[in-house]
């Protein structure tokens, strides 16, 4: 099975409104590997990393967040799958 990787910037209101566990609990329920974390400047970078379904549900989940986030602009990149198996908060 095709492995997809996405990198994925999401800047807003995104610091402080439980981003980064829903992005996990979003990411195990549909089997997607990966990582999210803080930025220092505001933002929350994650990777997703599975199948490629899978992983453009969570690029556009990043598009809203949960409910108390405000997304104003998400940056995707595609990558080269490293074979994560995993899913964690940093």
């Known amino acids: 099975m095709p492995l997809a990787r996405r990198h994925v910037v999401v800047h807003g209101r995104v610091q402080g409104v439980f981003f980064r566990d829903s992005t996990q609990t979003e990411a ?29 549900a969570l690029v556009e989940f990043c598009r809203s967040g949960p409910s108390r ?13 490293e074979g994560l198996d995993r899913f964690e908060v940093r």
């Open 69 to 81: 986030a405000q997304v104003d602009r998400v940056d995707a990149d595609e990558q080269e799958p």
């Open 28 to 56: 195990e329920s549909r089997g997607v590997a990966g990582w999210v974390r803080n930025r220092e400047d505001g933002a929350v970078e994650a990777v997703f990393e599975g199948d490629p379904a899978a992983v453009e």
